[in-house]
């Protein structure tokens, strides 16, 4: 990052943020026009980065305010990221992901139970193996990293774009926002491959923007490096490149399509080899997860990411993303152009494609950030302009606007982050939306470490439980809920399609239930159930949620507890755990 985030002229941004301006009345920000003008003369035509920078002098009697302000939205983003950021282990996607990377490098007998290769590119892995490396398997520590590098690196880089792009008081605000926002810190403590794709696309982003500014085509290069890392991490980040081929081509920049070659070699130079080496070594294998990613039926109704936003933003937020979503297209400057394309192409894609999951929109949270500061900013100039307000000071007035939502912000991640184990996260309301936190797996998993043998295998409701068995327990498992058609199922998992005979042939020891995949399908929680209750398992561990905490028991769980798993040990299948033979729930 260059010198001048945090140089002396921020104080004239915190004199316009905290006092206004001074004498004279400063205009609302514009967007930079990011027009590259033919020689002769060869110049890029910008509206300068805030008027009030000739004019810092005026405010040195509040210096480095900016400074502060910034230092403190990134203290509050990472005390929100790292606070009681282990009280949880890591749910199935997380497991997943950190048991490849122990897999990939070699880190303990992580090899024995994750394959390399799943349906996801190998960046966030790889960084999860080094973490290993140097720690051991420690879900705290690639929890950390993530959240850190990742995530509170997120909130940095949009400092940085939206500063480009419009202003420091923009950047801030945006900054804010995207710091305090639940959705981004509940994404952002997780060890998830949508977490690293946002921020190598916002550095990506950032360098176009650059290229264009500055005229220089080496930040094209630099631009789709970064597009690339994204797209080593999630396959979806393929789509940065038609979004800022588009911007580059079609915008008031009017970049060569042969400028922009070079720059397109590069980025297939580094994202192009992981489906070819798929397609090269293992090309049933890979033909088997693309044919389940493009046939997989809707999981959610049309509503699910407005309803996210909601729960996890609030109406506020959404309310100013709208009314920014309406400024950028009724200005459509260069620089409001691309935040359009941004939100446009992604939010198109993610509502079209079948399958829609919690983090999805986790890859266009900074352009949202951006365009509800935008809105602010033009919310603060029309009242002032209907109020006639000769000596406003809009630069206080935005930050008033976003101090208020950044405090209810606050409250609501602060709530969520201090929740316990068990504890159902709401945010601002119930619109029907669950984090599953899968609490109590941890302990499940350390309990099948400690007490089985370590060629016992299990069988679940669903494959969620399962992974997290097998990073955190080391042992092997299958689901009833596997379908035996290979077009309906995740490849990486194998379906069960007998386990009467299964138990019976001694291929499987134990019976473990949990209320998570139970939740998700009743007519695979009945048939499991019926199983223990058939072949007379016996109760020999067992989870249950106390208010918002989690306590495990070895045998049943007290009468009348919220139980959220129980594992019953089949008899005959030479198992020394012991246990009663209770159901166990009701």
């Known amino acids: 990052m260059t010198n001048d985030l945090l140089d002396d002229d921020m104080a004239s941004a915190l004199a316009d943020l905290l006092l206004g301006p001074m004498p004279t009345e400063v205009p609302e920000p514009a967007p930079i026009d990011l027009v590259v003008i033919p020689d002769p003369p060869r110049e890029v035509v910008a509206v300068p980065d805030i008027e009030v920078r000739s004019d810092s002098t005026r405010w040195r009697r509040v210096p480095g305010m900016h400074s502060v302000l910034f230092v403190f939205t990134m203290a509050v983003g990472l005390v929100l990221r790292v606070v009681n950021l282990n009280a949880v282990g890591l749910n199935s996607d997380e497991a997943v992901y950190a048991g490849q990377g122990g897999s990939l490098l070699g880190v303990s007998d992580l090899n024995e139970h994750f394959s390399i290769f799943r349906a996801h590119p190998l960046l966030l892995q790889f960084v999860s193996g080094t973490v290993f490396h140097i720690t051991g398997p420690s879900d705290h520590a690639i929890r950390l990293v993530v959240a850190v590098v990742f995530g509170l690196g997120s909130v940095v880089a949009t400092y940085r774009l ?241 101090g208020a939502l950044v405090v209810s912000l606050i409250i609501s991640s602060g709530g969520i982050v201090l929740a316990g184990p068990a504890a159902e996260l709401d945010g601002f309301g119930d619109f029907d939306i669950e984090v599953q936190t899968f609490a109590g797996s941890r302990e499940f998993g350390e309990w099948a470490f400690d007490n089985t043998p370590t060629n016992s295998r299990f069988v679940t409701i669903g494959p969620s439980l399962g992974n997290i068995l097998r990073f955190y327990g080391r042992r092997d498992s299958v689901a009833l809920s596997v379908s035996p058609d290979p077009a309906k199922r995740n490849p990486a998992y194998v379906p069960l399609p007998n386990p009467n005979l299964a138990m019976r042939q001694m291929s499987v020891h134990y019976i473990v239930w949990d209320a998570y995949s139970a939740d998700r399908s009743a007519f695979y929680n009945k048939r499991l159930r019926d199983l223990a209750r058939k072949l007379g398992g016996e109760i020999v561990f067992s989870v249950y949620a106390d208010g918002e905490r989690i306590v495990s028991v070895n045998g049943p769980a007290p009468d009348g507890a919220d139980i959220r798993i129980v594992v019953w040990d089949v008899p005959g299948a030479g198992t020394t755990t012991g246990g009663d033979r209770q159901e166990g729930i009701s």
């Open 162 to 402: 939206a500063t480009l792009l419009y202003d420091r008081t923009i950047g801030l605000a945006a900054a804010a926002l995207l710091a305090v926002l639940p959705y981004h810190v509940i994404i952002s403590r997780q060890v998830l491959v949508d977490v690293p794709m946002a921020f190598f696309a916002i550095l990506g982003v950032t360098a176009a923007v650059k290229a264009v500014k500055d005229d220089d085509r080496r930040y094209l290069f630099l631009a789709f490096f970064w597009c690339a890392l994204s797209a080593i991490s999630k396959e979806v980040a393929v789509l940065l490149v038609p979004m800022l081929g588009a911007w580059l081509i079609t915008g008031p920049a009017k970049i060569k399509i042969r400028r922009l070659i070079g720059p397109s070699l590069l980025f297939a130079a580094i994202a192009a080899p992981f489906p070819i080496t798929r397609l090269i070594n293992q090309p049933g294998n890979a033909s088997r997860f693309f044919l389940w990613q493009f046939t997989r039926d809707p999981n959610h109704s049309p509503d699910y990411f407005a309803r996210v936003i909601l729960q996890f933003s609030g109406w506020s937020f959404l309310g100013l993303l709208l009314v920014g979503m309406a400024v950028l297209a009724a200005r459509r400057s260069s620089a409001d152009q691309l935040v359009l394309w941004w939100l446009g192409l992604f939010g198109l894609f993610f509502q079209f494609w079948p399958t829609k999951l919690f983090p999805y929109l986790f890859l266009i949270l900074p352009a949202m950030a951006i365009a509800a500061a935008l809105a602010a900013a033009r919310l603060v100039g029309v009242l002032t302009s209907l109020l006639k307000m000769q000596k406003a000071r809009p630069s206080r007035a935005i930050g008033t606007v976003i």
